[in-house]
């Protein structure tokens, strides 16, 4: 028995810590080919059957946008000429069994919020009967998209967020129109290549955010490199989708100054070409991981690459017991120093934003202002998990610094956990207590950044005790 399960747990090392919860014996593995594939049953420890088998639909809807739409990412408002690729809203709907379904969507945005999703999740709740637990939706956190959040020196593009919205329900619409039986696959794999820890410390003892950064002397925290894909074959063997998780930073076109779904959408699109079906992507906790070093042509075909390795890897997966859930978040908003905050930003762009230095100090003081008033007071959002058998998949509304992403996964009580950022809200980076200390781009105060020290920390607990009750279940 122990053999036959080598093929997961080398995708999933955690594997062999659980064995004591759930066993599953493989008569066989099977690899994802392009013969036909039979309903697969699984004999479960205790005797009895697990099917593997699983409904799946999925749809995708282009987003259409025109250079005269503010693109969001920057620090001032931007405008494009023309596009690369598509931007679109992606949805799966994953049936294990009659009545037990859950739906991932992924949109090729900057964020999303809660208050853009809640007339979505109303609306799915009321026609589907799908409870907004089992709705994952997230932000591809591409940018180079029009804005559909207020942030630094812009607001955001209201025709296109209703768009949006409509993108999403049509998609989710079309997903459940397509629904048919397939075979769940999925492997871990990694592209370690691509990004790097973003936060350097400089030699005068700043965090390196824009500007030269020939004085680095060393990163200031990890970054996470596994590739989670999951993908649904049918019965005859052919691909009907898939989806897949990395961490870094969607920044970056292959045109230059355009619209882009970014190098992760490209290779998606590339990859939906070359293997057929309907692909997604969503973020992992990339906080403080950017794309420093390699051009977007290279992260392309390096994702590329890495997401075909991976699917080559992938063994069947039970998508058993199904299980989600949703929990408030409660958080403040920061106190800060005015004059300490001013003296940060101003010294750093003085030094390295060259003639920008004017204009973003100006932007971040405007902030400031503004979330003066707002200090200490409490804000809520939502934290989600959703389980399918031995892989979790837990949803944060916000841009999670890789090191709190981590220790959520290595303390997870499921065997193959994956974080999944800018999920059903955006509360601004959440970084750990030594960014605080820091500082940096990502700690300035700002509608980017205002969550109060220690909640990236309090975060942590709150999600491993949501983890822990649904493992219960």
Known sequence: MIGSLRGLTAFCPSFYRWLSVLTFHFGMLLAATSVALPTQILQAADGGSLPVSVKIGAAAVELLADDKMVIAGGIHPRYVQGQEGKLRATAFVIEPLPGEKAVFVSCDVLVVTRDLLQPVLDSLKSRYGIPSAAVLIAATHTHHAPSTVRVH????????????????????????????????????????????????????????????RDDAIRPTGPVDTDLPVLAFRRLDGSLKGFFFAHAVHAIGTVKGNVRSPTFYGLALQQLEEELGGIGAYFPGPCGSTHRLE????????????????????????????????????????????????????????????????????????????????????????????????????VGIPAELFPSLGLQMRNRSPFPCTYIIELANDWIGYVPDAEAFELGGYQVWTGFHS?????????????????????ASK
């Open 153 to 212: 020196g812009y607001g955001r593009e209201e025709a296109f967020c209703e768009q949006l919205q409509t993108a999403i329900l049509t998609a989710v619409e079309n997903a459940f129109g397509n629904l048919e039986a397939a075979n769940p696959f999925f492997a871990m794999g990694a592209e370690r290549t691509i990004g790097q820890n973003s936060r350097l410390l400089l030699s005068d003892g700043t965090i390196f955010w824009i500007g030269p």
């Open 294 to 393: 390699v051009s977007p042509v290279v992260a392309q075909e390096r994702i590329v690459e890495a997401v075909k390795q991976t699917l080559n890897q992938a063994t069947v997966q039970p998508l058993l017991p199904f299980r989600w859930a949703r929990r408030e978040f409660r958080f403040r908003i920061r106190h800060f120093d005015e004059e300490f905050e001013a003296k940060a930003v101003e010294s750093y762009c003085r030094r390295r934003a060259g003639a920008s230095a004017d204009s973003i100090i100006e932007v971040f003081t405007k902030m400031r202002r503004e979330l003066a008033p707002l200090q200490g007071a409490e804000r809520s959002t939502e934290i989600q998990a959703i389980a399918m058998g031995g892989i979790c998949l």
């Open 450 to 470: 205002y969550v109060a020290k220690g909640t990236g920390e309090q975060l942590v607990e709150e999600v491993i005790a949501l983890l822990k009750d649904l």
